[in-house]
């Protein structure tokens, strides 16, 4: 099964570093708490900001925990400075 | 005498003596020039024999007053300045957009307020995008203040200050954040044992280069230099120690000036 994560149930403005390992452990608790996980997408949708910090902690984290899982990007092509950072850190 | 980011190196030995700041003839100053009198005064603020003289002209002690320059200097221990500064009633000074000086201890109090910039920057002119992406460099730039110097700040002063203008006539933006910390060099000797210098340690930071032995960073202040350059068309100065460097479209330019007490980042963007 799909498991999305909303980054906007973190916040609109997304910044720094222990914020963001912070959130990799409650999106741990997320998808353990799913059975069947094979894909993990990330949903930027309403996010406002997302410094490169931030989101390096996140992805980084994320990709540590679930290797062998597919992991993908989507709702940011609404928001050209999220899409230039996530070009940026060659996460798309 | 005007301060600014142009004239501050060649002046200095007129405003800096010892532990004295003399500020007495100066007529104005801009983010930078507000920034580098904040580490100044930073490094001196615990020594028996400091000194800090305000600007005689009333335009340039207004311009102080506005921008809340006698609550940073209360709040690092120059009570007697601080106490004079407050005093003074001001009038409108200009149509000219500011950024008061702010200082943030901890990196929360600085999270908390990036919502603010968001809005500051819309105002300023910017459309949402750019003010958006405005708000993401300083967001990265107070986060390499807070993470480079977690647990090693050198003096009792932590933090980072910010201060900005803008320059509604040029369409343009003057942001400066500095903090009273280890230094760039500081913070990658232990990783590059080669550098020899302030200069070539800021050249190793803006190539995507990290102290943080072991973790893979560095891609903030890499995009920070792209964004400010390719997206604002715009410029990026760093002072750190005694080491200068601007990068611009034209490429790399340093220079080995006075030394101050940390770093000071200063972007400045243009927008239509």
């Known amino acids: 099964m799909k498991i999305i994560l909303k980054l906007i149930k973190f916040g609109k403005i997304l910044n720094s570093r222990p914020s963001g390992r912070e959130a990799v452990l409650r999106a741990k608790q997320i998808i353990n708490g799913s059975k069947n996980v094979e894909e993990i997408v990330v949903d930027f949708g309403k996010v406002s900001i997302v410094t490169p910090s931030y989101l390096d902690e996140f992805i980084s984290g994320i990709k540590k925990y679930y290797s062998k899982n597919k992991i993908t990007m989507t709702g940011y092509r609404d928001n050209i400075v999220i899409e230039d950072t996530l070009k940026a850190l060659d996460i798309v | ?272």
Not at chain 2, 102 to 107: A, F, K, N, V
Not at chain 2, 160 to 171: A, D, L, M, P, V
Not at chain 2, 177 to 206: H, M, Q, R, T, Y
């Open chain 2, 1 to 272: 005498m005007d301060l600014n980011r142009l004239n501050i190196a060649s002046n200095f030995n007129k405003i800096a003596f010892g532990n004295t700041i003399d500020l007495g003839n100066v007529a104005s100053l801009d983010p930078w020039s507000m920034i580098t009198m904040c580490l100044l005064l930073a490094k001196r603020a615990n020594k028996d024999d400091k000194k800090f003289i305000l600007p005689k002209d009333l335009n340039a002690l207004c311009f102080l007053k506005e921008m809340c320059f006698d609550n940073f200097l209360k709040e690092i221990g120059f009570d007697k300045e601080a106490k004079k500064l407050s005093k003074i009633e001001i009038p409108k000074l200009s149509d000219e957009k500011v950024l008061q000086i702010e200082h943030y201890e901890y990196q929360s109090e600085f999270e908390a307020k990036l919502a603010y910039f968001i809005e500051m920057f819309k105002n300023f002119g910017l459309n949402q995008s750019d003010a958006y992406r405005a708000t993401s460099l300083i967001g990265e730039l107070g986060n390499n203040v807070f993470d480079h110097n977690l647990g090693n700040w050198p003096t009792n002063i932590r933090g980072c200050f910010i201060t900005g203008q803008n320059y509604s006539k040029e369409k343009k933006i003057e942001i400066t954040v500095g903090d009273p910390g280890i230094g760039f060099w500081g913070s990658l000797k232990n990783a590059f044992p080669e550098l020899n210098n302030d200069v070539e340690a800021i050249i190793k930071g803006l190539g995507g280069n990290t102290g943080r032995m072991g973790e893979k960073r560095g891609n903030g202040l890499k995009l920070i230099q792209d964004w400010t350059i390719n997206k604002f068309s715009g410029c990026l100065m760093i002072h750190s120690k005694k080491g200068l460097v601007i990068v611009d479209k034209d490429g790399i330019k340093n220079d080995e000036v006075f030394e101050i007490l940390g770093t000071m980042v200063q972007f400045v963007i243009y927008y239509d």
